[in-house]
């Protein structure tokens, strides 16, 4: 888990211990992944259990280590394999570019 606290620590741009849409927008650009803001804020809805429309580290280890990611039920199980597939690119970019 400390290299996952890395990366997440890497997704926190605007505020420390919270990674924001936006945030996650930017950390997808710089490792060449183009992604919208509204495909981040389904990544970050999927997990915000809170619902303050930012994640927190939890949250973030829910997402990545969890069984399941729920976006709303069976109608959206495509979104849901979206989701993970975001998520494990850019955890699998970010820690294979030695960034803790």
């Known amino acids: 888990r400390p290299r996952l606290m890395g ?8 505020k420390p211990g919270f990674a924001f849409p936006k ?5 997808f ?3 060449g992944i183009k992604v919208t803001e509204d495909e981040c804020k389904l990544l970050v ?7 303050k429309g930012a994640v927190n580290f939890a949250e973030f280890a ?4 969890g069984p399941e990611v729920d976006v709303g039920g069976s109608t959206y199980q495509a979104q849901d394999r979206h989701v993970r597939h975001m998520t494990k690119t850019l955890v699998e970019n970010i820690v294979g570019q030695g960034q803790n």
């Open 62 to 65: 829910d997402l990545i280590l």
């Open 7 to 14: 990366v997440f620590r890497n997704c926190c741009l605007r």
């Open 23 to 27: 945030d996650l927008q930017q950390v």
């Open 45 to 51: 809805q999927s997990c915000d259990k809170d619902a």
């Open 29 to 31: 650009d710089q490792i």
